[in-house]
């Protein structure tokens, strides 16, 4: 009966696992055959490479779009990584246990929270903040980057945390014993061992920064034009397609789910960096 029902769970397994590669094979099939006949159709370097979206005049150009998503993304991980980062040190080498009960709860509740909430807390502070303090009418790179820097902490925090645990505590041990101090033997020994770990992190941190859509729509001024600094609107290729999907037909829609292909390809391509860089820095 015992070898029954490990058999019974290793097919429950493997019938998930075959599930979650179908589902993803799916997803590829229907983003490239729907897409790229538009992107054929509209021309690859016109497409990809054009500076002006007009879909009334089948003009497709979707540069400012993948510049906005490179640009904000980028913020969100200059602000996001170092406070992700020293947070998770801090909860798991420093912070007092009673201290701990209230900010690792509180971390917690950050990943809970809706995009759209996310997206009025920006819509209603950020960008009045944002607005008085730097100039512009608030709606910017600069406020979508701090919102997502907000957004994306949970994932790194939570990532690097378990991984700085993770680090055998005879690293520590030995540093002290070299007569480093505390800090010294945080820093130069356990966090660097914990590398393959936070660098996991960041990438889940990449992954929800590229491909957030509410709250971007909400601060970042949905421009679509090229960036031109950092207190100016601009459109990510997330808040392209949500905008104009509802009334698209046509090319315009075909157009528009050629876009969630190059978003697709632009996060693989994240994703196989990220994976040989965490491979080189393993080895």
Same mark, same amino acid.
């Given at each position: 009966?015992?070898?029954?029902? &490990? ?35 509209? $021309? ?28 904000? /993304? ?9 406070? $992700? ?47 008085? /303090? ?38 520590? &041990? ?6 480093? /101090? ?22 889940? $941190? ?32 997330? #808040? ?5 999907? $509802?009334? #698209? ?11 969630? *292909? *190059?978003?697709? *390809? ?14 080189? /820095?393993?080895?």
């Amino acid at each position: 009966m015992k070898k029954v029902k &490990e058999k019974g769970m290793e097919i429950v397994f493997l019938i998930a696992a075959c599930v979650s590669i179908l589902s993803v094979a799916l997803i590829c099939i229907f983003l490239f055959m729907n897409g790229i006949p538009a992107i054929k159709e509209i $021309g690859f370097f016109n497409f990809v490479g054009g500076k002006i979206w007009k879909p009334g005049n089948n003009i497709f150009g979707i540069l400012p779009m993948i510049l906005g998503s490179i640009y904000v /993304t980028a913020g969100a991980l200059v602000i996001g990584v170092p406070i $992700g980062i020293l947070t998770a040190v801090f909860l798991a080498r420093f912070c007092p246990k009673k201290i701990y009960k209230i900010v690792k709860p509180g971390v917690d509740l950050l990943a809970g929270i809706p995009s759209v909430v996310y997206g009025f807390f920006g819509l209603c502070v950020l960008v009045p903040w944002v607005r008085s /303090t730097f100039g512009g009418n608030g709606n910017s790179i600069l406020t979508a980057s701090v919102l997502l820097g907000i957004m994306i902490l949970p994932s790194i925090i939570g990532v690097s945390e378990s991984a700085i645990r993770a680090v055998p505590n005879k690293y520590y &041990e030995g540093a002290l014993a070299l007569g480093a /101090t505390h800090e010294r033997s945080v820093f130069l020994t356990v966090v660097p061992a914990a590398k393959s770990g936070i660098l996991a992190g960041v990438i889940l $941190g990449v992954g929800r920064a590229i491909g957030e859509t509410m709250a971007v729509i909400m601060v970042a001024g949905n421009q679509a034009r090229m960036p031109k600094g950092v207190l100016k609107g601009v459109r990510t290729l997330t #808040a392209n397609i949500v905008i104009e999907m $509802g009334y #698209a037909a046509d090319l315009h829609r075909e157009a528009l789910i050629a876009t969630g *292909v *190059v978003l697709f *390809v632009f996060i693989l391509l994240i994703n196989l960096l990220f994976s040989a860089l965490k491979r080189r /820095t393993v080895e």
